[in-house]
T-cell receptor, first 109, second 115 residues
Framework: QKEVEQDPGPLSVPEGAIVSLNCTYS??????FMWYRQYSRKGPELLMY????GNKEDGRFTAQVDKSSKYISLFIRDSQPSDSATYLC?????????FGAGTRLTVKP | DADVTQTPRNRITKTGKRIMLECSQT?????MYWYRQDPGLGLRLIYY???????NKGEISDGYSVSRQAQAKFSLSLESAIPNQTALYFC??????????????FGEGSRLTVL
């Protein structure tokens, strides 16, 4: 079993849809939970991070962490074609960071 | 100009050849990393360095070596390339303040193909 599981998709939605991206993990020691966005032919960029359990909102993006279930989510409201990218979850504890495989998202106009 | 620059961006080589991928950064960060990205496997850490005199193996260091020539430069070498080292390689940086939170700053990647 991988330490971080993420459905690779691909996921295709119409513009304006609500998108839900998810990851599960097995190591209960993880404390920081991140979402990176990676456009084609580019390096990943940090989108959001959350410390421990809870929700964090930034514009159209909401990150949720449920440590009891070892489950994290990223919601995108009113999705736009510019949101088309690969989204990677990541989690860390004391410099030990693990990434999910990434979910490829396409938002169609 | 990019804050984290990788060269070359693309390289095709043959089995057994020595290859070096170079990374330089202008962010002033102490910490530098090399990752490889494979479809379905995500990003996996090869080596990392917290300062010029510090080198640490990551999850998949076999077949690779690194050199931290200066605070701003971190190179990755494949001494004898093999086909299963075909992948997209990323250099990343972080600083002491944000490193533990997971904020890494990535270069644009070096695509390596080993025939």
């Amino acid at each position: 079993q991988k330490e971080v599981e993420q459905d690779p998709g691909p996921l295709s939605v119409p513009e304006g849809a609500i998108v839900s991206l998810n990851c599960t993990y097995s190591n209960s020691a993880f404390q920081y939970f991140m979402w990176y966005r990676q456009y084609s032919r580019k390096g990943p960029e940090l989108l959001m991070y959350t410390y421990s359990s809870g929700n964090k909102e930034d514009g159209r993006f909401t990150a949720q962490v449920d440590k009891s279930s070892k489950y994290i989510s990223l919601f995108i409201r009113d999705s736009q074609p510019s949101d088309s990218a690969t989204y990677l979850c990541a989690m860390s504890n004391n410099n030990d960071m693990r990434f999910g495989a990434g979910t490829r998202l396409t938002v169609k106009p | 100009d990019a804050d984290v620059t990788q060269t070359p961006r693309n390289r095709i080589t043959k089995t057994g050849k020595r290859i070096m991928l170079e990374c330089s950064q202008t962010k002033g960060h102490d910490r530098m990393y090399w990752y490889r990205q494979d479809p379905g496997l995500g990003l996996r850490l090869i080596y990392y360095s917290f300062d010029v005199k510090d080198i640490n193996k990551g999850e998949i260091s076999d077949g690779y070596s690194v050199s931290r020539q200066a605070q701003a430069k971190f190179s990755l070498s494949l001494e004898s390339a093999i086909p299963n080292q075909t992948a997209l390689y990323f250099c990343a940086t972080s600083d002491l303040r944000t490193g533990d939170t997971g904020e890494l700053f990535f270069g644009e990647g070096s695509r390596l193909t080993v025939l």
